[in-house]
Each structure stands twice: as structure tokens, then as C-alpha cells.
């Protein structure tokens, strides 16, 4: 049986970075754009609350994500990324679901992110793990898809 495995790791490994400029082409052919980078660097990862994830399937890198802070109580998804052949098999809701993990160890209240229009399969992943759409936080692409998600600490559920 296959398992996916989703963990921060150095956003400078050589798996890490190979994600990275896949899912750069891929948004910069989709978007007919010459940087796909969305505004992503690195050092956007590198700092206290922030992590990069990246998926794996029996130890092979099939996807990844980070996490940057937006503010004390709210960061922001990006880099979402699942290697083609792997897509619909749950390698993003794992990486969504690491994320939110240390977006609560981190002590974060909320998350937000943005995605394209051309991107409908993304829309409903973020919708269907309960992300609700909200106006644009960043940028000046008016066709962005933006979206939050408010964090519940396990705590506060328990009776």
C-alpha cells in the first residue's frame, strides 16, 4: 500500500527546489506568463512561522507547498504544488493538512491564499478541505481567487 508523507523540509533541498521549478513552468505555460513564480521566494519560507512542505510517496517527492506569515495571526498557502501523475490521489489535502497542522503550532488564527482561474481543480480542493472565498488580500490580478480558513486549536473542541 502507498503512503503519502507530508513534512517541512529545506526549501533549498535539491527535491525541494526541483518542485519548485516544475510548478513555476507549469502556472508560467498555463497563464502564457515568462516567470510563474507567483511572487514566491525562498527567504519567504526561511523566517520564524513559515515552513516548506513537500509530499511524499514512498519516500519519492510528489508534491510540496509553504507557508509565509502574513501577519501575526494569519499567513498565507503557496506554492501548492502535486506532480501530475499523482493528482487525485491525496497528495494535496496531506499537504494542506501539514500545513494547518503548523500553522496551529506556529500560533496562527487564520490562513489565506490565492489561486488563478485556470486552475478549477485547485478551487475545488480548497473549497472541499472548508476554505471560503474572500476579496483579493494581494496583488492587482483581479481574476485572483482568494480565499481563508480559520484555524480551530484541538483544545477547544475537547469537553
Known amino acids: 500500500m502507498s503512503t503519502i508523507v ?5 526549501v533549498r533541498s535539491a527535491d525541494s527546489e526541483q518542485l519548485i521549478k516544475e510548478l513555476s513552468a507549469e502556472l508560467a505555460a498555463l497563464y502564457e506568463v515568462s516567470d510563474g513564480g507567483a511572487g514566491f521566494h525562498p527567504e519567504d519560507v526561511e523566517q520564524p512561522r513559515s515552513a516548506f512542505v513537500v509530499a511524499r510517496l514512498n519516500g519519492y517527492p510528489v508534491g510540496c ?3 509565509r ?3 501575526d495571526n494569519a499567513a498565507e498557502i503557496k506554492r501548492m504544488y502535486t506532480r501530475s501523475d499523482y493528482r487525485r490521489q491525496g497528495v494535496g489535502q ?13 500560533g496562527y488564527a487564520s490562513l489565506k491564499l490565492q489561486t488563478g ?7 475545488k480542493l480548497y473549497e472541499r478541505v472548508g476554505y471560503y472565498p474572500i476579496p483579493r488580500f494581494e496583488g492587482d490580478w483581479e ?6 480558513k480559520d484555524l480551530v486549536p484541538a483544545e477547544i473542541n475537547r469537553p
Open 117 to 123: 482561474p485556470l486552475q478549477p481543480e485547485a478551487v
Open 94 to 106: 496531506a499537504i494542506i493538512a501539514e500545513l494547518e497542522r503548523l500553522a496551529l503550532e506556529f
Open 69 to 71: 506569515p502574513l501577519d
Open 6 to 10: 507530508a513534512s517541512s523540509e529545506n
Open 143 to 148: 481574476l485572483v481567487h482568494a480565499y481563508r
Open 65 to 67: 507547498g509553504a507557508l
